[in-house]
């Protein structure tokens, strides 16, 4: 050990800004308080006290070690740490060492109870102003997230920055790049063909030499991505349908789905997974630029992307027709069908336990006919709780695609009536763009309420038919929601079940049940 032992005189500065304390007023503090004892400096510039990862720290701790440090003074407690593990790690190596701490500003003696006490207290709150600070940002990212403010990162294929103003603030939006938008068309336009897979798009595009314009090569991994991405779609209802049917929260209200701008889509704050295809609890928002697909070729694509990973169109198997619906409360992946030789036959497992999974399971026995007769009757009870002419069916719950086997013509009037509806709310939508809308824009939108306006007469005609000829009919031709739902095929029971229910999450004997109407 050295004859001389050192205060060691310790500065951080995280950011320069107007109200912090910089690094040379810090140590001017410190070396007032040695009194003109032998210093060494230590300073990190740059560096958060969130963790000891510093330079100038590490090289501390080292000289302490090798016993040439008697002191060590500081500004202000929390910089030299934010973290209560940190800092009770950092004076515990203090003590073994026998070296003081010194706050120079708070003045706190290490070598009495009371002054240890005192320190541990101030870690406390300084970890907690870390942790609000984390929390403010946090905040202020996703409410600028929300009001499709660019929030920096690679600037997606197809399109460039450029600036623009949102609220009276200054951004970026990004425009069309045309010669990688019609890659990109292209790529849309194959993968929509349910022939071409994402292997055939590579072998095209390799074969015809249709480059890369960013110097990147061109494989399925890259393609799948650029086909998921919402940045490209011109979202329409459907699409809002789609996001809002897997779970997503969105920010923007129906109405302003006009099939013009294209979305950002943020993790969400209380979104906990990394799955690409689990889009539940994840944050979507109207973006200010254009989106370059349209919005049925999109959702082809994005659907035949999330059937890949999830099987669950090409492998919804015909086991049951819950299969595709069910996942583990502890994991959150898929339930799918075991078969066994036992009095049910079949029974549901986490896909993701047994040798090669990480989960041990949902916690109990799922047996498939049990479970099946209880949807059943649950799903019974919700069609019983709809009259053909009391209970009007939308849109969002619109089950008239899966009785095909039924002709039930007040059904129908009234999904054309909610349609109406939602085309008055559509066209007062794209109405309310117009005084801030550019020349393009101001096109697309004349176009639109001209093809709103002529549904809109077409339907309201169709309704005016249908009165006229079928008001008088007896009720008692309609059908019983019941006894279709009893009637209906394998595959179209699945389609029913995709309608009314969301998700089914059960583990360790408890079911909750995610309806969608």
Same mark, same amino acid.
């Given at each position: 050990?050295?004859?001389?032992?050192?205060?060691?005189?310790?500065?951080?500065?995280?950011?320069?800004?107007?109200?912090?304390?910089?690094?040379?007023?810090?140590?001017?503090?410190?070396?007032?308080?040695?009194?003109?004892?032998?210093?060494?400096?230590?300073?990190?510039?740059?560096?958060?006290?969130?963790?000891?990862?510093?330079?100038?720290?590490?090289?501390?701790?080292?000289?302490?070690?090798?016993?040439?440090?008697?002191?060590?003074?500081?500004?202000?407690?929390?910089?030299?740490?934010?973290?209560?593990?940190?800092?009770?790690?950092?004076?515990?190596?203090?003590?073994?060492?026998?070296?003081?701490?010194?706050?120079?500003?708070?003045?706190?003696?290490?070598?009495?109870?009371?002054?240890?006490?005192?320190?541990?207290?101030?870690?406390?709150?300084?970890?907690?102003?870390?942790?609000?600070?984390?929390?403010?940002?946090?905040?202020?990212?996703?409410?600028?997230?929300?009001?499709?403010?660019?929030?920096?990162?690679?600037?997606?294929?197809?399109?460039?920055?450029?600036?623009?103003?949102?609220?009276?603030?200054?951004?970026?939006?990004?425009?069309?790049?045309?010669?990688?938008?019609?890659?990109?068309?292209?790529?849309?336009?194959?993968?929509?063909?349910?022939?071409?897979?994402?292997?055939?798009?590579?072998?095209?595009?390799?074969?015809?030499?249709?480059?890369?314009?960013?110097?990147?090569?061109?494989?399925?991994?890259?393609?799948?991505?650029?086909?998921?991405?919402?940045?490209?779609?011109?979202?329409?209802?459907?699409?809002?349908?789609?996001?809002?049917?897997?779970?997503?929260?969105?920010?923007?209200?129906?109405?302003?789905?006009?099939?013009?701008?294209?979305?950002?889509?943020?993790?969400?704050?209380?979104?906990?997974?990394?799955?690409?295809?689990?889009?539940?609890?994840?944050?979507?928002?109207?973006?200010?630029?254009?989106?370059?697909?349209?919005?049925?070729?999109?959702?082809?694509?994005?659907?035949?992307?999330?059937?890949?990973?999830?099987?669950?169109?090409?492998?919804?198997?015909?086991?049951?027709?819950?299969?595709?619906?069910?996942?583990?409360?502890?994991?959150?992946?898929?339930?799918?069908?075991?078969?066994?030789?036992?009095?049910?036959?079949?029974?549901?497992?986490?896909?993701?336990?047994?040798?090669?999974?990480?989960?041990?399971?949902?916690?109990?026995?799922?047996?498939?006919?049990? %479970?099946?007769? @209880? =949807? !059943?009757?649950? #799903?019974?009870?919700?069609?019983? +709780?709809?009259?053909? /002419?009391?209970?009007?069916?939308?849109?969002?719950?619109?089950?008239?695609?899966?009785?095909?086997?039924?002709?039930?013509?007040?059904?129908?009037?009234?999904?054309?009536?909610?349609?109406?509806?939602?085309?008055?709310?559509?066209?007062?939508?794209?109405?309310?763009?117009?005084?801030?809308?550019?020349?393009? %824009?101001?096109? @697309? =939108? !004349?176009?639109? #309420?001209?093809?709103?306006?002529? +549904?809109?007469?077409? /339907?309201?005609?169709?309704?005016?038919?249908?009165?006229?000829?079928?008001?008088?009919?007896?009720?008692?031709?309609?059908?019983?929601?019941?006894?279709?739902?009893?009637?209906?095929?394998?595959?179209?029971?699945?389609?029913?079940?995709?309608?009314?229910?969301?998700?089914?999450?059960?583990?360790?004997?408890?079911?909750?049940?995610?309806? !969608?109407?």
């Amino acid at each position: 050990m050295s004859d001389i032992r050192y205060n060691a005189l310790y500065a951080r500065q995280s950011i320069e800004k107007k109200d912090s304390i910089s690094i040379e007023s810090q140590l001017e503090y410190c070396r007032y308080e040695a009194h003109g004892e032998h210093c060494m400096e230590y300073t990190d510039k740059g560096f958060s006290g969130k963790d000891t990862n510093r330079p100038s720290f590490e090289k501390m701790m080292k000289d302490i070690r090798t016993g040439i440090i008697k002191r060590v003074i500081v500004y202000k407690l929390d910089r030299i740490s934010r973290s209560i593990l940190d800092f009770a790690n950092m004076m515990e190596l203090f003590q073994n060492f026998h070296v003081e701490f010194v706050s120079s500003t708070e003045k706190f003696d290490t070598s009495t109870p009371i002054g240890r006490a005192m320190l541990n207290i101030c870690i406390v709150f300084a970890q907690l102003e870390r942790e609000t600070i984390q929390k403010r940002v946090t905040d202020a990212y996703y409410a600028r997230c929300r009001h499709g403010f660019y929030m920096g990162g690679r600037v997606p294929y197809g399109y460039r920055l450029t600036d623009t103003i949102i609220d009276n603030i200054h951004t970026s939006m990004y425009t069309e790049v045309p010669k990688e938008s019609e890659q990109l068309k292209q790529i849309y336009a194959m993968y929509a063909e349910s022939s071409n897979s994402l292997g055939d798009i590579v072998q095209y595009f390799n074969k015809h030499q249709i480059k890369h314009l960013r110097g990147a090569n061109w494989n399925t991994a890259r393609i799948s991505e650029l086909l998921r991405n919402p940045i490209y779609v011109q979202a329409d209802t459907e699409v809002y349908r789609f996001f809002q049917s897997q779970g997503a929260i969105i920010h923007n209200p129906i109405n302003e789905f006009i099939g013009y701008y294209a979305c950002y889509l943020y993790k969400g704050v209380n979104s906990n997974t990394r799955k690409q295809s689990d889009l539940s609890g994840k944050e979507l928002v109207l973006a200010p630029h254009k989106g370059l697909i349209p919005a049925p070729i999109w959702l082809a694509c994005r659907k035949r992307c999330q059937n890949n990973r999830s099987s669950a169109a090409t492998c919804k198997a015909q086991t049951s027709w819950l299969s595709g619906k069910i996942k583990c409360g502890n994991c959150g992946y898929a339930l799918i069908i075991r078969k066994a030789k036992t009095k049910y036959g079949r029974y549901f497992v986490c896909s993701q336990s047994g040798k090669q999974g990480h989960c041990k399971g949902a916690g109990c026995t799922i047996y498939a006919d049990i %479970l099946e007769e @209880y =949807i !059943n009757t649950l #799903i019974q009870k919700r069609l019983s +709780e709809f009259s053909s /002419l009391s209970a009007p069916l939308t849109d969002e719950n619109n089950i008239e695609n899966t009785l095909t086997n039924t002709d039930n013509p007040p059904k129908n009037i009234l999904q054309q009536q909610f349609r109406i509806v939602q085309i008055d709310a559509e066209i007062d939508a794209l109405l309310s763009k117009v005084p801030q809308a550019e020349n393009t %824009l101001l096109n @697309y =939108i !004349n176009q639109k #309420i001209s093809q709103l306006d002529t +549904e809109r007469k077409i /339907l309201q005609k169709e309704m005016d038919t249908f009165i006229t000829t079928n008001c008088k009919k007896e009720e008692n031709t309609i059908a019983n929601p019941i006894e279709i739902w009893q009637a209906l095929s394998f595959a179209d029971r699945q389609a029913v079940v995709d309608i009314f229910i969301k998700i089914i999450r059960i583990a360790n004997g408890n079911m909750e049940i995610v309806w !969608n109407i």
